[in-house]
């Protein structure tokens, strides 16, 4: 018998948040634990993270809408390995990239955790957890809607 | 592009193929002016011809080479944006330049040198933190792979691809290595160590990975008509193309590409520009040197250059077809990324020289056209054709 994986998290070291004025409200939604997703103001389209335009219709109405956290996993991968040093205690881990519910042309990348990793499958439903970092960084992350 | 078989690669030269940080202490330039001398050698060219420089993936200083190298004027520098994906297009831009007239005679140098102590395989975490790059760093994706390792992934749920045709390229691809003396690994790679391999970035196993490697690499490109007068059979420039589709944008930085882009190599428009202005199709292509850097990627490729159906691309591997002894379409006898060597791209390049001039190692018999890709990876990607 095979003991159960548990999918951990990559740890806080690996990145440092560089934010700027097209990503701030998003990262400053995370600091308050909500999700705010980018959306065109006329014309009602997600945005990408980071754009400063609406590709529809150039408008820089961008407003930053509440989402309930809810999705499903689009794709995913389990890392086993650890390429970097840091990585020695975190493995494995689950990057995941999240289709978020009623929302179209704006994926999240984060990560599946505290799941067994046998659970974990392309169309799992999921729903957003959330890390504090000791530096007032928060991140989402997903974990597995039990059915 | 239409300025078919006004340019030509008339010659290409190297430096030896070193494991990853052992070139030292060679410099980069030193191994960038080194290649460039055998590849004017090669063509039978003086080094003082040289009038332009096309550069891919960062590219280097060229008053640099001219220095070292003596070259007295520059009429043409440009660099392809981006990393690997770009690579072919930097002959598609030396052929551009020479049919205009910018320059007579263009070089594209490139040189892979790892500084000692840092990997490849973990680049991103390397380079300084953005507000763009947040948004995937926060997943904890570190290396290229992680990426990759998703849209294989995906390409799996969606077409039912096994593991078996990830397996499939790296035996066939080690097999084809094994008659080359440069290539890093030369014994032959079974379905069982294939799957005893640990698994790095499921579903890409040890042997799904490319090499890392240290080489410099030229291709020299003159006119047509100079490049007949020249020592080598001229390996013409059929066409190239690059760019790319803004549903594949960023690819595997951002993950937003539509369903039907996301489990693909992002190759689809380039393949039909390529194809369409060239009048050829890819029942037409001879020999195909495609980016490997992860064996899924090859599988993706093969359906975004219409060597079969859209999800086909697993069991068109499976059943042999990339194979260089009897593949209805071989992939990579040089023995690719995966077991040759390592060096974004200018590997491909030389190996579809040498196939269109008859000399390979591995020559697929009669080739008049091969097609070579540049990496699937953030716009602009690149595809070129080579004919004899
Ligand atoms: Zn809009």
């Known amino acids: 018998m095979s003991e159960i994986e548990i999918a951990k998290a990559p740890p806080d070291e690996l990145f440092q948040l560089e934010t700027d004025t097209w990503t701030e409200p998003y990262w400053n939604g995370c600091k308050d634990h909500i999700l705010k997703l980018p959306k065109c103001g006329d014309c009602q389209h997600y945005v990408e993270l980071g754009a400063s335009h609406c590709r529809h219709c150039l408008s820089q109405n961008i407003e930053w809408v509440e989402h309930s956290g809810k999705g499903k996993v689009y794709s995913f991968t389990i890392v086993r390995f650890p390429v970097i040093p840091s990585l020695q205690g975190s493995v494995p881990y689950v990057p995941a990239v999240i289709e978020l519910e009623g929302v179209d042309g704006l994926r999240l990348i984060s990560n599946v955790i505290d799941t067994p990793l046998s659970d974990i499958d392309v169309g799992s439903e999921v729903c957003v957890h959330w890390h504090d970092r000791n530096d007032g960084v928060s991140l989402p992350r997903f974990k597995l809607i039990k059915p | ?388």
């Not at chain 2, 078989?5 to 030269?13: M, T």
């Not at chain 2, 004027?73 to 020479?98: F, K, L, P």
Request: include cysteine.
């Open chain 2, 1 to 388: 592009m239409k300025i078919a078989k006004q340019a030509a690669v008339v010659g290409i030269g190297s430096t030896p193929y070193y494991r990853r940080g052992e070139s030292h202490p060679q410099t980069f330039n030193e191994m960038i002016c080194k290649a460039v001398i055998a590849a004017t050698e090669d063509a039978g060219l003086s080094i003082k011809d040289i009038d332009g420089f096309s550069y891919y993936s960062s590219g280097t200083d060229t008053p640099l080479l001219m220095e070292s190298l003596g070259i007295p004027e520059v009429r043409y520098s440009s660099m392809v944006t981006s990393g690997g994906g770009g690579s072919v297009g930097a002959v598609q831009n030396a052929a551009m330049a020479i049919a205009t007239g910018a320059a007579n005679v263009v070089v594209v140098p490139f040189c892979m040198q790892q500084p000692m102590g840092k990997r490849y395989g973990s680049i991103m975490s390397q380079i300084d933190p953005t507000p763009d790059k947040a948004f995937f760093m926060a997943g904890g994706l570190v290396g290229p792979g992680h990426f990759f390792a998703m849209l294989a992934k995906r390409h799996m749920h969606q077409y039912g691809t096994r593991r078996e045709a990830f397996c499939e390229v790296a035996i066939s691809t080690r097999e084809n290595a094994i008659t080359r003396p440069q290539a890093r690994f030369r014994t032959p790679l079974t379905k069982e160590e294939y799957f005893a391999g640990p698994m790095i970035a499921d579903p890409l196993c040890r042997y799904d990975f490319c090499l890392e490697n240290d080489i410099a690499g030229a291709l020299i490109l003159t006119s047509a008509e100079r490049a007949k007068d020249l020592k080598q059979r001229p390996a013409y420039v059929l066409n190239g193309e690059q760019g790319g589709r803004r549903e594949w944008g960023r690819a595997i930085a951002w993950m937003n590409m539509p369903d039907e882009y996301f489990a693909s190599a992002g190759y689809a428009s380039i393949a039909e520009h390529l194809y369409g202005d060239a009048g050829i199709t890819a029942a037409d292509v001879d020999v195909a040197l495609l980016y490997d850097h992860f064996s899924p990627m090859v599988v993706m490729q093969l359906e975004d250059f219409g060597f079969c159906k859209r999800g086909e691309g697993g069991a068109f591997v499976e059943d042999g077809n990339i194979r260089f002894k009897g593949g209805s379409i071989p992939v990579n006898p040089h023995g690719g990324n995966l077991s040759e060597a390592y060096a974004v791209g200018i590997t491909h390049m030389m190996e579809a020289v040498e196939q269109i001039r008859g000399t390979a190692i591995n020559q697929v018999k009669d080739a008049e056209i091969a097609l070579v890709t540049g990496g699937p990876a953030s716009l602009p990607i690149s595809g070129l054709l080579l004919s004899r």
